[in-house]
């Protein structure tokens, strides 16, 4: 079945330390994103892909950091400079284009501790 | 600059009644595109419809419908006949640009939606 997996689902890390959320997906989309949500809140962007080996920065970029080395997988590394890093953080993937809809994977909920 | 604007935390309505969640935006662009996402409480997005810029009719999409008044820059989503699985949080979103050059995906803050029997 075609879609995005993200890994895990729940993670668990100490203040201080790196830790990097995976995002695999197939469906063969140029772009993909990644969101942090916080609870009753909106969904705020971190960084996007456009084409492999080329991202920008979305709304709240400080802290974490990317890469886009295939097309299939957008990890995201949420740095010990991240002063509030627990979260919900959700990847999403589309094909190019204004009118493409986006597809989300089930999420990871990261807690620091 | 805040640009996208849902106004309403939260609403509660009746079973089989129809209630109409408001979204308005802000963008300087001709073209751009206006999504609709419910979030279930098991966090999962599910994409429910899409508007064009420059689609002349509203979109529809089953009891989903956009109500989208482009001069006013409001692009609001009515559920008609709602139902017991309609309870979740609903974002709209947008993206600006073109097929050949578009830019990141926006979201609002997101409307909380409480479905009674």
């Known amino acids: 079945d075609g879609g995005i997996t993200q890994s895990p689902k729940y993670l668990f890390r100490k203040e201080g330390q790196n830790v990097t959320l995976?995002?695999?997906?197939n469906l063969n989309h140029d772009a993909m994103y990644w969101y942090r949500q916080d609870p009753g809140q909106g969904l705020r962007l971190i960084y996007y892909s456009q084409i492999v080996n080329d991202f920008q920065k979305g709304d709240i970029a400080e802290g974490y950091s990317v890469s886009r080395e295939k097309k299939e997988s957008f990890p995201l590394t949420v740095t010990s400079a991240q002063k509030n890093p627990t979260a919900f953080y959700l990847c999403a993937s589309s094909l190019r284009g204004m009118n493409t809809e986006a597809f989300f994977g089930q999420g990871t909920r990261l807690t620091v501790v | 600059a805040q640009k996208i604007t849902q106004t309403q935390p939260g609403m509660f309505v009746q079973e089989k009644e129809a209630v109409t969640l408001d979204c308005t935006y802000d963008t300087s662009d001709q073209s751009y595109g206006l999504f609709w996402y419910k979030q279930p409480s098991s966090g999962e997005m599910i994409f429910l419809i899409y508007q064009g810029s420059y689609d002349e009719?509203?979109?529809?999409?089953?009891?989903?419908?956009?109500?989208?008044?482009?001069?006013?820059?409001?692009?609001?989503?009515?559920i008609s006949a709602s139902q017991l699985g309609d309870s979740a949080m609903y974002f709209c979103a947008m993206r600006e640009g073109t097929t050949d050059s578009w830019g990141k995906l926006q979201f609002g803050a997101g409307t909380q939606v409480v479905v009674t029997p």
């Open chain 2, 57 to 78: 009719q509203n979109a529809t999409e089953g009891r989903y419908s956009l109500n989208f008044q482009k001069a006013r820059k409001s692009a609001n989503l009515v």
């Open chain 1, 22 to 25: 995976s995002c695999e997906q």
